[in-house]
């Protein structure tokens, strides 16, 4: 898979287990939207279709990988999605079949502050991969027509 854009938001995320204010979970998710924008249109990547969106949490502790990560992560995906397939209604765009997700958190390296990092693969379909491959030579050592 070929990496198609990748960034590290220097934002904290936490357990939805943990009680927080709404608006405090707001104000953070509206930060995290903010420098995946600022990113982008600094970057403007071209994402072609299909792809994996890949999810790293960067944190001191690790979260329950089936259901407090995936949802801790929620609000990140959402904003990645609707940058990759504009113009849908908000919080829509990653039900869409090209798109597939993956997560994963890992500890922090010494002194690195806790962060989401964000990775977009290019998935290469069987189609795709039958045009990278060089056409078939016959017995005369001509590729066949």
């Known amino acids: ?18 009680y927080e204010h709404w ?20 970057d403007k990547p071209k994402i072609d279709l299909p ?18 990560l995936r949802f801790s992560l929620k609000g990140t995906l959402d904003v990645i999605c609707d940058f990759i397939l504009p113009g849908l209604p908000p919080g829509q765009a990653d039900s869409d079949t090209r798109l597939s997700f993956e997560y994963d958190q890992r500890k922090p390296a010494t002194k690195e502050q806790p962060a989401i ?19 078939a030579e016959t017995q005369t050592g001509r590729p066949s027509e």
């Open 1 to 18: 898979m070929q990496i198609q854009w990748q960034v590290i938001v220097p934002v904290k995320v936490i357990s939805p287990n943990q």
């Open 51 to 68: 792809c994996t969106v890949k999810l790293t949490r960067i944190a001191t502790r690790f979260l329950d990988s089936q259901d407090n």
């Open 23 to 42: 608006t405090h979970r707001a104000k953070r998710n509206k930060l995290i939207r903010r420098w995946i924008w600022a990113m982008w249109t600094k």
């Open 117 to 135: 990092e964000i990775t977009i693969y290019q998935n290469h379909t069987a189609e795709a991969q039958a045009s990278e491959t060089p056409a």
